[in-house]
C-alpha cells in the first residue's frame, strides 16, 4: 500500500514568507494547502508553483476553515506584518490575531494536527533588554499605533499556549526577527525594501531618526531551515530565529547604495511613535536545542534580493 503524502496547512501561505515555505515543504515531498485572502499576500509569490501536491485556497481564516481528509502540520503565518500593513488594517490584524490564531488552532484540534504559530521579535516592544532572549517579558505600548500588531501576535502566544496545556495540542512558538529576501513587496514600508526600491529608482533613501537604531536582518532561506527545524522538533518554544549580527539603519542604507550602485542620498525624517530603538535576537536556545544558526551573510542576500527587485521594477516599466 503506497504510502500517503503527508500534510501541511500554511496560512499566509501567499505571503512573502509563507510563499518560501510553500517551496520548502513541496520540495521535502509534503502535500501543501496554501491558504490565504490575499489582504497583503499576492498570487504573484505562487504563480510559480505547478506541482500536483499543491492547492491554493482563498480564504479568510477570521471566518472559519474547513478542511477535508488528514492534516499534519498547520503553519499560522496569516497576519499583516509591515507597520505600513497593519497601520492602515488595524482591525484586521487584530482579527488575524486573535479570531484566525483560534480557528486554526481549532483545526489543528481536530485534526491532531502539529501546530505552530508565527509570532515576532515585535512582543519585546521597544526592547529594555539586549539583545533580547525569549525570556523576556518586552516593553509594550499596548495603545500605541503598534500595539495592534504587538498585542495581537503576544495573545495569539497566550492562547496557543492554552491549547497546548488544556486540550493537548502539540504547538511551537517562533519568535520572528527582520527578514528579507526575494518575493518582498516593493511598497512593504519596511527599511530593506524601502531602501532597494528607492536605490534602483535613483531615489533618497530615507530613514526614520537619526539612523542609529539598530536592526538584525535574516535571509529568508536561513529563516525557513529555522522553522522547518522547530516544527519537527520535540520542543514548544517560544524559539528566536533571526541573525545575531547587529547594525544600524544608516549602515544599512550605505551597504544597499554600495551594492546597487547607486548614486542617491541619504535623507531623513521624524521617527515614528514607539519605533524600537534596538532590535537583535539572542538566538542561543535555538543554537542548543535545533543546532540552528544562520548562515548567508548580508552581502549575499542582499545582492540575491536585489535581483529580485530589479526584476520586479523592470517589469513595472516594461
Given at each position: ?5 503527508e500534510r501541511?496547512?500554511?496560512?499566509g501561505g501567499?505571503?512573502f ?5 510553500c517551496?520548502h515543504?513541496?520540495a521535502?515531498?509534503?502535500?501543501v494547502?496554501?491558504?490565504?485572502n ?5 498570487v504573484d509569490?505562487?504563480?510559480h508553483?505547478?506541482?500536483?501536491a ?6 479568510d481564516?477570521?471566518s ?5 481528509g488528514p492534516v499534519?502540520y498547520i503553519l ?5 506584518a ?11 490584524t ?10 486554526a488552532?481549532g483545526?489543528?484540534m481536530?485534526k ?7 509570532s515576532?521579535?515585535?512582543v519585546?516592544?521597544?526592547p ?6 525569549e525570556?523576556?517579558w ?5 495603545v ?7 498585542e495581537a ?5 497566550a492562547?496557543t ?15 520572528i526577527f ?8 516593493l511598497?512593504?514600508?519596511?527599511a530593506i525594501?524601502n531602501?532597494?526600491s528607492?536605490?534602483l529608482r ?7 531618526g ?5 536592526r ?12 522547518d527545524?522547530?516544527?519537527m522538533?520535540?520542543?514548544a518554544g517560544?524559539v528566536?530565529l533571526?541573525?545575531p549580527?547587529?547594525l544600524?539603519l544608516n549602515e544599512?542604507?550605505?551597504k544597499v547604495?554600495?551594492l ?14 514607539d519605533?524600537?530603538?534596538?532590535r537583535?535576537p ?7 536545542l ?5 548562515r548567508v551573510d ?9 535581483a529580485y527587485?530589479r526584476t ?6 516594461s
Amino acid at each position: 500500500m503506497k504510502r500517503r503524502r503527508e500534510r501541511v496547512l500554511i496560512t499566509g501561505g501567499a505571503g512573502f514568507i509563507g510563499s518560501h515555505l510553500c517551496d520548502h515543504f513541496l520540495a521535502r515531498g509534503f502535500e501543501v494547502l496554501c491558504v490565504d485572502n490575499l489582504l497583503t499576500g499576492s498570487v504573484d509569490n505562487i504563480a510559480h508553483i505547478r506541482h500536483p501536491a499543491f492547492r491554493f485556497i482563498d480564504l479568510d481564516v477570521t471566518s472559519y476553515i474547513y478542511i477535508e481528509g488528514p492534516v499534519d502540520y498547520i503553519l499560522h503565518f496569516a497576519s499583516p506584518a509591515s507597520p505600513k500593513d497593519y497601520l492602515e488594517l488595524p482591525i484586521q490584524t487584530l482579527k488575524v490575531g486573535s479570531l484566525g490564531t483560534h480557528k486554526a488552532l481549532g483545526l489543528a484540534m481536530a485534526k491532531k494536527a502539529v501546530f505552530l504559530l508565527a509570532s515576532t521579535s515585535e512582543v519585546y516592544g521597544d526592547p529594555l533588554e539586549h539583545p533580547q532572549k525569549e525570556s523576556y517579558w518586552g516593553n509594550v505600548n499596548p495603545v500605541g499605533p503598534r500595539g495592534v500588531y504587538d498585542e495581537a501576535k503576544r495573545f495569539a502566544e497566550a492562547l496557543t499556549v492554552a491549547y497546548r496545556t488544556a486540550q493537548s495540542v502539540d504547538t511551537k512558538i517562533v519568535r520572528i526577527f527582520n527578514t528579507y529576501g526575494p518575493r518582498m513587496r516593493l511598497g512593504d514600508g519596511r527599511a530593506i525594501p524601502n531602501f532597494l526600491s528607492q536605490a534602483l529608482r535613483g531615489r533618497p533613501l530615507t530613514v526614520f531618526g537619526d539612523g542609529t537604531q539598530t536592526r538584525s536582518f535574516c535571509y529568508i532561506d536561513d529563516l525557513v531551515e529555522g522553522i522547518d527545524r522547530l516544527l519537527m522538533s520535540r520542543h514548544a518554544g517560544p524559539v528566536n530565529l533571526g541573525n545575531p549580527k547587529e547594525l544600524t539603519l544608516n549602515e544599512m542604507a550605505r551597504k544597499v547604495i554600495e551594492l546597487t550602485g547607486s548614486r542617491s542620498r541619504i535623507v531623513y525624517r521624524p521617527l515614528p511613535t514607539d519605533d524600537p530603538k534596538v532590535r537583535q535576537p539572542d538566538i542561543r536556545l535555538a543554537r542548543k536545542l535545533l543546532g540552528w544558526s544562520p548562515r548567508v551573510d548580508l552581502t549575499k542576500g542582499l545582492l540575491r534580493t536585489i535581483a529580485y527587485f530589479r526584476t520586479r521594477l523592470a517589469g513595472r516599466r516594461s
